[in-house]
């Protein structure tokens, strides 16, 4: 017997893209459907989806592998990513050098194996002052635009325009699961605001800042896409640094700028109210020789640390929690 996620139907397509985003589902068990629900199959015993954890007997996938790579030749199976992004219905591979000569034939490999992609596309590297991400089309529908769907939301863009990580599902989940009505919050480099428009879904007032005019032309239409009342949001196009607060404060601040927020933490530190907590993610070594705590300044301290994903080798995402004491 192993755990199934059981979920409306209305919800199974979405709950599919997020344990696939995630690597939640197990690829050797097909789903279950029963009167008006479906059951995923998962590789753990919960989840952080809503729906329902049952354990009951899974039905074995014998049609074919689930993994693209199956259907590469041997050279190229070996060297080929495991994983990959997934927004809407566009794929987004990372290939070593040596892979370039062969990425059409693995593009094609994934199309055949996923039903649900329809575009193919390689990761070049983020580039530019709003990091985006350069990407090349190699099969498929030649189309950046599509939606995407987690945590109850939708969330529409161009990615060669702005920047959209589908791995950091489940910390907008986290940050949705701490944060509470009525919070007055900050999401200091938004982008098309898939944190914002969790929180503000969540009856949050969120104030959102990102340089990048597209980003804030997506976000617009997502939030309206979602249908969050403009009650509960700003949007502004500015950078952080820039913006001019006031005497504004702010019970949650959001820093999503992974190579280039450290340098912006003093600021938010003027803006956090006591007790408030600002996230702050980072690209940081995976051993212990960066030290949070030499950045904050007295009355600050670390609640909490976490690492997202790999980035390098060497390297992760983290999320730092730091939380503002009372004076």
Known sequence: ?????????????????????????????????????????????????????????????????????????????????????????????????????????????????????????????????????????????????????????????????????????????????????????????AGVAPFSILLAKKGCNVLSLDSNPDAKKWALKNFKLNDISSKQYSYYNSKFEEYVFGNEKFDRIIMNNPTNSLIYLDKAMNLVAEEGVIHLYLIAPKEDSFAISDHLRFGYECTGKKEVHAYSPSSSLFVFDIKRNPN
Do not use: Q
């Open 1 to 189: 017997m192993i755990s199934h996620l059981r979920v409306k139907r209305d919800k199974a397509e979405e709950a599919k893209d997020f344990l696939k985003i995630n690597g939640y589902l197990n690829g050797d068990y097909l789903p279950i459907k029963e009167d008006g629900f479906v059951l995923w199959p998962l590789n753990l015993d919960s989840v952080p989806f809503e729906g329902t954890i049952v354990r009951c007997d899974g039905v074995s996938y014998t049609k074919h592998s689930r993994d693209y790579r199956s259907n590469l030749s041997n050279e190229v199976r070996i060297m080929a990513p495991r994983s990959f992004d997934i927004f809407g219905d566009i794929a987004i591979l990372r290939l070593v050098d040596d892979l370039d000569k062969h990425k059409v034939e693995i593009a094609d490999a994934l199309l055949l194996s996923h039903k649900n992609i329809r575009t193919v596309c390689v990761d070049l590297g983020v580039k530019g002052d709003f990091r985006i991400r350069e990407l090349e089309i190699i099969s498929g529908v030649p189309n950046f635009i599509s939606i995407h769907k987690e945590n109850g939301v939708k969330f529409s863009a161009d990615i060669s325009k702005v920047y959209f990580s589908p791995r950091l599902a489940t910390e907008r989940e986290r940050l949705y699961s701490l944060a509470e009505k009525g919070e007055v919050i900050l999401d200091a480099f």
